[in-house]
């Protein structure tokens, strides 16, 4: 028999942060998230990407084992913008037996129902930066940092649960040989235009001092019409200017602007940390040292960020970003280059990586059912 346990204290919401890590413990291609963000998740006060949203974090046991987790989100925000009642699941982990999904997605059914919540969605997270779809190709690929891994037996368990295909991302792995010269001369174009890189110029450090609500205006006003965003809010930019200013290597981070000196675009690549999270159980300050190496000298890349507001998407003006990097992937002899996931819908953003060689090298998906 399966019992559904709601986490209500802290040494519960220890035991939903480290069940994955057990779980996965022999898989070679799992990357942790950062423990210490999965353990405070509930808590506003530690969890800057709470925003107004109603959350609950729930365990499966079996045999008095610990045998799933899942977390239940309401991000009213998100559902006034999409006008939609819906309730998402979130962090879903559990052994290969579908009582045991059946049970956790139930517990986040009975909660959103009794919210008034019409149908169940996911996985998402609190935001579009959080972690969400589920893994439906690319099994033996190593996780990216922004990405949940699951095993295969998840997809099929939402199946046959009578869940059904809602949003669908593709991650492309790109040859970071294949260098197409139709990227300079596009730059050339844009710079006679009166577009520029600011981080040809700035720090990073002063890029985001003087130009943050620019660039956050810009990634609302770019990411806007994906599916089930939410903009983020004041303390969601400073959850994530946190992480910008962990991770990134100015190198491999570009902020487009126009003559009048407005961002128009930006492109954000990170140095591939996985392996130094799963070294450490996703424990940060053991990381540190790690990360920072793996900041000054990068062996892989992630990029994890491309946007351009609507008005300038038929300008080509993130060619800038992307030249920028390509030439970087080759001075810094990168041996490995991939995308974070998109959306299959968003089909300009797709067509921008066509100049590169590139092969596909995973796929995930969200599930919805309505809520009897």
């Not at 209500?8 to 220890?14: D, F, H, L, Y």
């Not at 439906?136 to 037996?153: I, K, L, Q, R, W």
């Not at 300038?312 to 080759?330: D, E, I, P, Q, W």
Request: proline share 4%.
């Amino acid at each position: 028999m399966i019992k559904i346990v709601e986490c209500t204290n802290k040494r519960q919401m220890k035991i939903f942060a480290s069940f994955p890590l057990k779980l996965y413990k022999d898989c070679p291609y799992y990357v942790p998230s950062i423990y210490g963000d999965e353990v405070n998740i509930l808590n506003p006060k530690k969890n800057l990407s709470y925003g107004d949203s109603e959350a609950k974090c729930f365990l499966a046991y079996k045999d008095n084992v610990v045998v799933g987790r899942i977390a239940a989100i309401i991000n009213k925000r998100a559902n006034k913008i999409n006008n939609i009642k819906a309730v998402r699941f979130s962090r879903i982990d559990m052994t290969n037996d579908i009582e045991i999904s059946k049970a956790l997605l139930k517990a986040v059914e009975e909660f959103g129902k009794s919210k008034g919540m019409e149908i169940i969605q996911g996985p998402w997270g609190f935001n579009d930066s959080d972690r969400e779809g589920m893994l439906t190709y690319g099994y033996e690929e190593y996780s990216s940092y922004a990405c949940a891994y699951s095993y295969p037996y998840y997809a099929k368990h939402m199946e046959e649960l009578g869940y059904q295909k809602e949003s669908e991302w593709i991650e492309y792995r790109v040859d970071k040989n294949s260098y197409d010269p139709r990227l300079d001369k596009a730059v050339e174009m844009l710079k006679k235009r009166g577009y520029r890189d600011l981080c040809d110029s700035l720090s990073t450090k002063k890029v985001i001092k003087k130009y943050k609500r620019a660039f956050f205006d810009c990634y609302n006003k770019a990411y806007a019409e994906l599916d089930n965003f939410a903009p983020v809010d004041e303390r969601q930019m400073k959850a994530m200017l946190q992480t910008f200013a962990v991770l990134i290597n100015g190198r491999y981070f570009s902020v487009i602007v126009n003559k009048e000196d407005k961002v128009v675009a930006f492109c954000v690549g990170i140095p591939y940390i996985g392996e130094v999270l799963k070294k450490h159980n996703g424990h940060l300050i053991p990381s540190v040292p790690g990360i920072l190496k793996q900041k000054r000298k990068p062996k892989k890349i992630e990029l994890v960020l491309i946007g351009v507001l609507p008005e300038y998407r038929n300008t080509g003006v993130h060619a800038m970003g992307l030249a920028r990097f390509s030439h970087h992937f080759k001075e810094d002899d990168i041996e490995d280059v991939f995308f974070d996931p998109t959306l299959t819908t968003n089909a300009k953003m797709l067509n921008s990586f066509s100049g590169f060689s590139r092969s596909l090298r995973c796929t995930r998906q969200t599930y919805r059912k309505r809520i009897d």
